[in-house]
């Protein structure tokens, strides 16, 4: 079975500060990945896509992906109130097959 | 503006009654998918269809059916036989020709009397 691993949290950061989030997964034949951001009772919005080993940055976010270690990570500089919602890392396992893991909840605190 | 719509936003579901979910999208994507979302839990891929007149089943399609009929629909219904129906049901599309980030529809909350 193949899986993507995250810490539900609550991961509380303050204001300001930088969130880091973790995500690990286990189909070493991944090509893409990306972080979702949702906010309660809402759909999961798009907040970062990579497909390279390395640094990617867009904004205050910064994603990160070591395929050796089948880590990928997201950076939020500067974290905001409004920042606060679950993070869902998901992996693209096949032509058409996204794996989800279950989500950090992070709290920025004002 | 183009996006996925899904309706409607609450469903409620009588004791062996099927229900239809709708999922239009305006993206000209050509692939579908429709989750599934438990509290404190992953979405988990009902079914998935790639073309029209074509789809597939994902980890947990028992009590679900799917058509796809129109390139821009993909209705998910929730038959009887499926007996926690109780959900956040999202549907979602890809491009399908190398572009591959997947997006969101807002969803519908499926609730049962």
């Known amino acids: 079975q193949k899986e993507v691993e995250q810490n539900s949290g609550p991961l509380s950061v303050p204001e300001g500060a930088i969130a880091s989030l973790n995500c690990t997964y286990s189909?070493?034949?991944?090509?893409?990945f990306f972080w979702y951001r949702q906010y309660s009772g809402k759909s999961p919005e798009l907040i970062m896509s990579?497909?390279?080993?390395g640094d990617k940055e867009d904004g205050r976010f910064t994603a990160q992906l070591n395929k050796a270690s089948q880590y990928v990570s997201l950076l939020i500089r500067d974290s905001q109130p409004s920042d606060s919602a679950t993070y869902l890392c998901?992996?693209?396992?096949?032509?058409?097959?996204?794996?989800f893991g279950t989500g950090t909840r992070l709290k920025v605190l004002a | 503006d183009g996006g996925i719509t899904q309706s409607p936003k609450y469903l409620f579901r009588k004791e062996g009654q099927n229900v239809t979910l709708s999922c239009e999208q305006n993206?000209?994507?050509?692939?579908m998918y429709w989750y599934r979302q438990d509290p404190g839990q992953g979405l988990r891929l009902i079914y998935y269809?790639?073309?029209?007149?074509?789809?597939q089943k994902g980890d947990i399609a028992e009590g679900y059916s799917v058509s796809r009929e129109k390139k821009e629909s993909f209705p998910l219904t929730v038959t009887s036989a499926q007996k926690n129906p109780t959900a956040f049901y999202l549907c979602?599309?890809?491009?399908?020709?190398?572009?591959?980030?997947?997006?969101f529809g807002p969803g519908t909350r499926l609730l049962v009397l």
């Open positions: 979602a599309s890809t491009h399908g020709q190398g572009q591959e980030t997947q997006y």
């Open positions: 189909d070493r034949g991944s090509q893409s």
């Open positions: 990579i497909y390279s080993n």
């Open positions: 998901a992996v693209r396992s096949g032509t058409y097959k996204y794996i």
């Open positions: 993206l000209n994507h050509d692939a």
């Open positions: 269809s790639q073309i029209v007149n074509d789809f």
